[in-house]
T-cell receptor, first 112, second 112 residues
Framework: GENVEQHPSTLSVQEGDSAVIKCTYS??????FPWYKQELGKRPQLIID?????GEKKDQRIAVTLNKTAKHFSLHITETQPEDSAVYFC???????????FGTGTSLTVIP | EAQVTQNPRYLITVTGKKLTVTCSQN?????MSWYRQDPGLGLRQIYY???????DKGDVPEGYKVSRKEKRNFPLILESPSPNQTSLYFC???????????FGPGTRLLVL
């Protein structure tokens, strides 16, 4: 099956700086890549996603890039704010049905 | 209000005592999934369903059962729970496999 690796596991940035989280996947047939944010004690919530026919997608301060050849995708958060502090998970949908594989998460801390 | 609900939210049980965690969504979603979340391992998919009476194994199905007799409900059954099934469980639903997955609030299970 698919294997998704996520780095770094923890990340601290100063408020206003940018944060980048990277994920790699193993199955070239994977074609949908969502990113989730999970605040402490809360449920995961989708923040952005990208499909395999798109190289980059942006939503205000958040952007995701996808390199299908290298099989990696990244989350970019610009002008970070304290409320961006959370655990972020990348995921890849396998080539069949509704099977999703998640990365192990990145704990982002934005220091005021 | 569109939502995914799970019950119970917290459960302490003993090894071997059958239990069911319910999941219900009111968004008429076709797709539903169960995940478990463990520290350092991220979210791992247990089972998923793409429609009524259609279910399939995720990445970690051993020791679990599911059923999808109605579109809105997707219960998770542990017929003989073991301590290694102690975890935080999330149910999720989506309109299709490339739409936002909405997660339930989570069920924290402790098996003694």
């Amino acid at each position: 099956g698919e294997n998704v690796e996520q780095h770094p596991s923890t990340l601290s940035v100063q408020e206003g700086d940018s944060a980048v989280i990277k994920c790699t996947y193993s199955d070239s047939a994977s074609n949908y890549f969502p990113w989730y944010k999970q605040e402490l004690g809360k449920r995961p919530q989708l923040i952005i996603d990208i499909r395999s026919n798109v190289g980059e997608k942006k939503d205000q301060r958040i952007a995701v890039t996808l390199n299908k050849t290298a099989k990696h995708f990244s989350l970019h958060i610009t002008e970070t704010q304290p409320e961006d502090s959370a655990v972020y998970f990348c995921a890849a949908r396998g080539d069949t049905g509704n099977q999703f594989y998640f990365g192990t998460g990145t704990s982002l801390t934005v220091i005021p | 209000e569109a939502q995914v609900t799970q019950n119970p939210r917290y459960l302490i049980t003993v090894t071997g005592k059958k239990l069911t965690v319910t999941c219900s969504q009111n968004m008429n979603h076709e797709y539903m999934s169960w995940y478990r979340q463990d520290p350092g391992l991220g979210l791992r998919q247990i089972y998923y369903s793409m429609n009524v009476e259609v279910t399939d194994k995720g990445d970690v199905p051993e020791g679990y059962k599911v059923s999808r007799k109605e579109k809105r409900n997707f219960p998770l059954i542990l017929e003989s729970p073991s301590p290694n099934q102690t975890s935080l469980y999330f149910c999720a639903s989506s309109g299709d496999s490339e739409e936002t997955q909405y997660f339930g609030p989570g069920t924290r299970l402790l098996v003694l």
